[in-house]
């Protein structure tokens, strides 16, 4: 049965019941951890913060919910809609269903950019956004160069030139583990394996370059959704494809960077995500690219929040709960689509 065409009542019911879920997971998640605080002090707290009312709660709560837990819950919202949109985008522009940042090796590649900066100029709110930008930017070309062949069409040989570039930047990440010292060593290490642990000052920027990239990607779903058709077919009807591509290839990239330079190498949110949106409401654009940011949030929020009291007092880094449930995910699509 034909999936029913989008509509503004159905667009606005599934994203707004997609940021109400957000908004309670993201008070749940203040409320959990090693040490329990009632939901009603978080509320109190945040709103006091946002309001400059007096804040009730006592002084030790009120640091345990601003200064640890309330940044941690907004990086993970932020880096799970940067990396669930760049995986939408990728599927849909290279019209591969196994596109994914991390797959592609776009994340490792801007995991090497980034730590490449902090190892030469140290550690910066500008700096490794942008080294990560131009490791994501490199390495997409590389794997786009990598899949265009004389024979079978990109989609059929993109998954395998990802899987190649991502085991070589691997290499050239160990390398560097291996090669740094002290402290530097344990900050470079954390971008193998992710980690949400970023200060808080870095949040406001990487917020602000993920939703100018998310913008632009949904500014061309309407291209996107004709391309999926196909590049000449999308033309023909008056979309400038090469321009589209371009405007999506960098958005992906800018976001994904921006989000590896923050939380490190965290895999199979951007393939899970899109999937799961499309298998709910369909696969226009118009509605996946907002969908995805929204449900890629809840997603890292939630994985976010097992790591951390699975095992507590000790933690887990994110990126081991994201591959348990990725890569059995993955296995089960790369049977459907050969």
């Not at 040490?35 to 400059?52: Q, S």
């Not at 799961?276 to 929040?305: E, H, M």
């Amino acid at each position: 049965m034909a999936r029913a065409r989008l509509t503004p009542r159905r667009m606005v019911i599934m994203l707004g019941t997609l940021l109400v879920v957000l908004i309670v997971l993201l008070l749940a998640a203040c409320t959990i951890g090693s040490e329990h605080i009632p939901l009603a002090d978080v509320a109190r707290t945040v709103g006091a913060k946002l309001f400059g009312s007096q804040n009730e709660v006592s002084r030790e709560n009120s640091i345990i919910i601003l200064a640890i837990r309330l940044p941690r819950v907004l990086l993970a919202i932020v880096v799970g809609a940067a990396l669930s949109s760049a995986g939408a985008a990728y599927q849909a522009l290279l019209r591969n269903p196994l596109a994914d940042p991390y797959i592609l090796g776009v994340s490792t590649g801007a995991a090497v950019g980034a730590i490449t900066a902090t190892l030469v100029v140290g550690s910066s709110p500008l700096i490794r956004p942008a080294a990560g930008f131009s490791g994501a930017l490199v390495t997409i070309a590389v794997v786009y160069a990598l899949g265009e062949g004389r024979r079978g069409s990109i989609s059929e040989r993109l998954v395998l030139a990802g899987v190649i570039v991502n085991a070589l930047l691997s290499s050239v990440v160990i390398f560097m583990v291996t090669a740094a010292a002290g402290t530097r060593q344990r900050s470079v290490l954390s971008w193998l394996i992710g980690d949400l642990g970023a200060e808080w000052t870095l949040i406001p920027f990487v917020a602000v370059l993920v939703g100018i990239g998310i913008a632009v990607i949904y500014a061309n779903a309407r291209s996107l959704n004709l391309m999926m058709t196909g590049e000449e077919e999308a033309s023909a009807l008056g979309v400038e494809v090469r321009r589209a591509k371009i405007a999506v290839y960098l958005a992906a990239s800018l976001i994904t960077g921006a989000a590896v330079a923050v939380s490190g190498v965290i895999g199979f949110v951007g393939l899970i995500i899109p999937h799961a949106v499309r298998l709910a409401g369909g696969s226009d654009n118009r509605l996946v690219i907002p969908a995805s940011a929204l449900a890629g949030g809840a997603f890292l929020l939630i994985s976010d929040t097992v790591a951390r009291t699975i095992i507590a007092p000790r933690e887990l880094h994110i990126g081991v709960i994201t591959a348990f449930i990725g890569a059995p995910f993955f296995i089960v699509l790369l049977r459907r689509t050969t």
